[in-house]
């Protein structure tokens, strides 16, 4: 079964620090992945897909199918990326069932 | 363009009495799809439908919930006789097709949170 592992809960860096937000996966066959991103008292939305292979906010993410992980990373933090993020997986071969990680809570101090 | 909308955001019910959670998908989707959110959880697919019908129910339990996307109107989640289990945020999305040229992204609401007493 797919699976979507976020380790870490809450997450605090300082502004212009780099910033990394780990999710890993247990997919057979070659997955495509997501992460979504709540803002505070705004919806849940697509921040980036890996297929894309673009960067969105200067945050980018990449596959790694040895360590089955896609964490997102961003080089220097703002303070407008303190949000919830979330990693997703579709399951059962379709596109909108996704599974998603619990979350992680990221706060980015001035 | 409003968005999903969702309503009521919050609902306070009961034990044993039904819920109905109301979601109209951005204009011109026609695909809509309910999440659900336990605490300390992510989110998990319910059921994904279309207009009067329903495509995938896989994630919907078994006994007391149902869905419809009627011809006219939102679509509704009913929850009947209601469990202290059942809090958790209820989230719809929606999306202009199931695969098409963005799959993955589906536009989400800003949730209905049910809390039973």
């Known amino acids: 079964a797919q699976r979507v592992t976020q380790p870490e809960k809450l997450l605090s860096v300082f502004k212009g620090a780099p910033v990394e937000l780990k999710c890993n996966y247990s997919?057979?066959?070659?997955?495509?992945l997501f992460w979504y991103v709540q803002y505070s008292r705004q919806r849940l939305q697509l921040l980036l897909r890996?297929?894309s292979r673009e960067s969105i906010k200067g945050f980018t993410a990449d596959l790694n199918k040895g360590e089955t992980s896609f964490h997102l990373k961003k080089p220097f933090a703002q303070e407008e990326d303190s949000a919830m993020y979330y990693c997703?997986?579709?399951?059962?071969?379709?596109?909108?069932?996704?599974?998603f990680g619990k979350g992680t809570l990221l706060t980015v101090n001035p | 363009n409003a968005g999903v909308m969702q309503n009521p955001r919050h609902l306070v019910r009961r034990r044993g009495q039904e819920a109905r959670l109301r979601c109209s998908p951005m204009?011109?989707?026609?695909?809509v799809y309910w999440y659900r959110q336990l605490p300390e959880e992510g989110l998990k697919f319910m059921v994904y439908l279309q207009k009067e019908n329903i495509i995938d129910e896989s994630g919907m339990p078994k006994e007391r919930f149902s869905a419809e996307f009627p011809k006219e109107g939102p679509s509704i989640l009913r929850i009947q006789q209601v469990v202290r289990g059942d809090s958790a945020a209820y989230f719809c999305a929606s999306s202009p097709d199931s695969s098409g040229t963005s799959p993955g992204e589906l536009f989400f609401g800003e949730g209905s949170r049910l809390t039973v007493l």
């Open positions: 997919y057979s066959g070659s997955p495509e």
């Open positions: 997703a997986l579709p399951s059962g071969g379709s596109n909108y069932k996704l599974t």
């Open positions: 890996h297929i």
């Open positions: 204009k011109g989707h026609s695909h």
